[in-house]
């Protein structure tokens, strides 16, 4: 879907919510997920969309010990994606693409500011705050249900902040 087509639909949506006594914004750029600070864990049973393993205070930063930016983090999944130290924006392909299944994303990082991670070919998007001298972690899981061969990872943090991240299936 084109930005332009996008935009359009977020409008006339917005315009219906509006029309029933519901706002919204148009500046959505996809499906969201509901994620929040959590450790990485575990892996639970396959989800129906992408979400937090463990919850915890959605204001928190969930800082782990042992976890670094300048490392990917380990997941317990084998692992199809990796990058540590970055900054700004990278576009990271799933080694082999994504088959049906889990995807679990883990996500470290640290300064001021924030970085978001898309999945495009599911329409996963997450939003992590960061803090300046401290390492926010999150893990989110996603259910994949067919193939996509192409499939990337997309992370774009702000100017102050550095980022780390690992996926696996």
Same mark, same amino acid.
């Given at each position: 879907?084109? #930005?332009?087509?996008?935009?359009? #639909?977020?409008?006339?949506?917005?315009?219906?919510?509006?029309?029933?006594?519901?706002?919204?914004?148009?500046?959505?750029?996809?499906?969201? #997920?509901?994620?929040?600070?959590?450790?990485?864990?575990?892996?639970?049973?396959?989800?129906?969309?992408?979400?937090?393993?463990?919850?915890?205070?959605?204001?928190?930063?969930?800082?782990?010990?042992?976890?670094?930016? /300048?490392?990917?983090?380990?997941?317990?999944?084998?692992?199809?994606?990796?990058?540590?130290?970055?900054?700004?924006?990278?576009?990271?392909?799933?080694?082999?693409?994504?088959?049906?299944?889990?995807?679990?994303?883990?996500?470290?990082?640290?300064?001021?500011?924030?970085?978001?991670?898309?999945?495009?070919?599911?329409?996963? /998007?997450?939003?992590?705050?960061?803090?300046?001298?401290?390492?926010?972690?999150?893990?989110?899981?996603?259910?994949?249900?067919?193939?996509?061969?192409?499939?990337?990872?997309?992370?774009?943090?702000?100017?102050?902040?550095?980022?780390?991240?690992?996926?696996?299936?």
């Amino acid at each position: 879907m084109t #930005t332009i087509t996008r935009a359009a #639909t977020a409008a006339a949506i917005c315009a219906a919510v509006l029309l029933t006594g519901t706002a919204c914004t148009s500046g959505d750029d996809g499906p969201k #997920t509901s994620a929040k600070k959590s450790t990485p864990a575990t892996p639970k049973a396959p989800a129906a969309s992408a979400k937090p393993v463990a919850d915890a205070d959605a204001d928190a930063v969930q800082e782990v010990d042992g976890e670094s930016v /300048t490392k990917a983090p380990e997941i317990e999944r084998k692992t199809i994606a990796s990058f540590a130290n970055g900054q700004f924006g990278r576009v990271i392909p799933f080694k082999g693409g994504l088959r049906k299944g889990n995807l679990g994303i883990a996500l470290n990082c640290e300064g001021k500011g924030t970085v978001k991670v898309e999945v495009p070919d599911l329409g996963m /998007t997450f939003i992590e705050d960061c803090v300046d001298g401290k390492v926010a972690s999150i893990y989110n899981e996603s259910e994949v249900s067919a193939a996509h061969p192409d499939a990337y990872v997309h992370v774009t943090g702000t100017s102050e902040v550095r980022w780390s991240i690992s996926a696996g299936q």
